[in-house]
C-alpha cells in the first residue's frame, strides 16, 4: 500500500511488504442483543442464535445472562449503569466479545468506564484465557520494554511508569496476566483479553484521570 507514491507509514504499522488476502470465513451463526433494565440501569447482553451445538449454545447463553443479570441486581447506587457490546472475532472457532460499560454514582458524579469480555471456543465450548493464547513471560518482558506492543500513543509514556509501579517487575506482571480472563470455576480475573484481527489485546485498569481502562495490542501473538 502506497500514499502519494511513498510507503504508508501509520502510528500502528509500516506496510511495506505485499498484502495477502485475509482468509475470512462467515459465521454461520448470529448474536442478538437482549436489552436487560430499566430507568437508569441499560444493558445489552450478547446472545448466540443458530449455533449448531445447542449444548455449547445454552451454556453461555445461560453463562452472559446469568452474568449481566447478577451485575444488575448488584447496583444499588444511584445514576446510571450502562453496557453494551462489540463483536471483536466471530468465526467457526471462536467467538470474542467485548463487553464496554460506563457508571455514575449520581447526578453530580463523574462517568467512570469499564471493560470485560467474553471468549468462547466454539468446538470445545471452554472459556478461553489470555495465558491460552500467549506466552504471559514473554508478553510481560515486551510490556516493560515497550516492544511488541501498541498503546495510543498519549497512554505511551504512561505504561511503563504504570506498569512499574504496580508490578516492580516483568515477573510481577506475568503472574497477573496468567490470571486474566474467565475460569469456568467463575472465579474472579485479574483483567481481560480480547481478539481483533487476529491480534490479542489486553484492557488494563489504570486511574479515571486516563481514561479507567487502556487497551494494549499484543503483536507479537
Avoid at 446469568?66 to 467457526?92: C, F, H, L, N, Q
Avoid at 493464547?133 to 509514556?157: I, K, M, R, T
Amino acid at each position: 500500500i502506497t500514499v502519494e507514491g511513498k510507503v504508508l507509514k501509520t502510528s500502528h504499522a509500516i506496510y511495506e511488504e505485499y498484502l495477502e488476502m485475509y482468509p475470512y470465513t462467515e459465521a454461520s451463526y448470529r448474536v442478538r442483543g437482549l436489552e436487560l433494565g430499566n430507568g437508569g440501569v441499560k444493558v445489552v447482553c450478547p446472545q448466540i442464535e443458530g449455533l449448531s451445538n445447542h449444548e455449547i449454545q445454552g451454556k453461555w447463553n445461560r453463562i452472559m445472562l446469568g452474568a449481566e443479570e447478577r451485575a444488575i441486581d448488584a447496583w444499588e447506587a444511584g445514576g446510571t449503569y450502562e453496557v453494551s457490546y462489540e463483536i471483536k472475532t466471530m468465526t467457526p472457532k471462536m467467538l470474542s466479545i467485548l463487553m464496554r460499560g460506563s457508571y455514575s454514582e449520581g447526578e453530580e458524579a463523574e462517568t467512570h468506564s469499564f471493560l470485560y469480555t467474553y471468549n468462547i471456543d466454539l468446538l470445545t465450548g471452554e472459556s478461553i484465557r489470555l495465558a491460552d493464547q500467549v506466552d504471559v513471560s514473554e508478553a510481560a518482558e515486551n510490556l516493560f520494554a515497550g516492544e511488541g506492543c501498541y498503546v495510543e500513543e498519549s497512554l505511551v509514556p504512561y505504561l511503563k511508569e504504570r506498569l512499574e509501579a504496580i508490578y516492580e517487575n516483568p515477573e510481577g506482571l506475568a503472574r497477573s496476566l496468567e490470571g486474566y480472563d474467565y475460569e469456568e470455576n467463575g472465579q474472579e480475573p485479574y483483567g481481560y483479553s480480547y481478539r481483533k484481527d487476529g491480534k490479542v489485546w489486553i484492557c488494563m485498569e489504570v486511574p479515571h484521570e486516563q481514561g479507567d481502562v487502556m487497551e494494549i495490542e499484543l503483536e507479537d501473538f
